[in-house]
């Protein structure tokens, strides 16, 4: 019912963190719905209630993108901190940034997302997610899909690294 002020009141009267917690969910929520500007009520009153409830790392995460007109990219990045990946890549994708989705699957370490995007978006980003993905999979000992994913990572043309490697051999 969008009753903003009273559901502030009664986290008021609680003073219990995780209905603060909750009301800030839902204002972000409804400026989400609603694809409101950043000067948005619900969008400050949930900058307001993360501050009440001392979560600093969300405010600041609110702050840096209060300034952001675009609505797209606005909504995908309220998903974003809300978890809500799939709806802030959607979101994303519809922004006049698109490679965002790209670097949200990249940190979140969602290799096959971001190939998949990569090859869409920024198709020379390949090699460089597949090396990321080949380690990752190296590390947690899937050493034959890690081989595949280090033979995508090879570029054609590049002999900077094979350089180096031979330069090193020399010395020993």
């Known amino acids: 019912l969008k009753r903003w002020l009273n559901a502030w009141r009664i986290c008021d009267f609680t003073k219990n963190k995780e209905h603060w917690r909750k009301y800030a969910i839902a204002a972000m929520q409804n400026a989400d719905v609603e694809l409101g500007s950043c000067n948005s009520i619900n969008y400050h009153s949930a900058i307001r209630v993360m501050k009440q409830i001392d979560d600093v790392s969300m405010v600041w995460a609110l702050e840096e993108i209060q300034y952001i ?3 797209n990219l606005l909504a995908g990045h309220l998903a974003l901190i809300m978890e809500q990946f799939d709806v802030a890549e959607s979101y994303f994708l519809r922004s006049t940034k698109p490679t ?3 670097d949200m ?3 979140l370490l969602h290799w096959e997302k971001a ?5 869409r978006l920024a198709p020379e980003q390949i090699p460089f997610i597949s ?3 080949a380690q990752q ?5 899937e050493y034959s899909t890690a081989l595949t994913h280090y033979d995508n990572s090879v570029i054609e043309g590049d002999n900077i690294e094979s350089e180096e490697i ?3 051999k020399d010395e020993h």
């Open 69 to 71: 007109e675009e609505r």
């Open 100 to 102: 965002e989705a790209l």
């Open 105 to 107: 699957r990249r940190d």
């Open 115 to 119: 190939l998949q995007l990569a090859n």
């Open 131 to 133: 090396k990321e993905y």
């Open 137 to 141: 999979l190296e590390f947690i000992g």
């Open 166 to 168: 031979g330069d090193s």
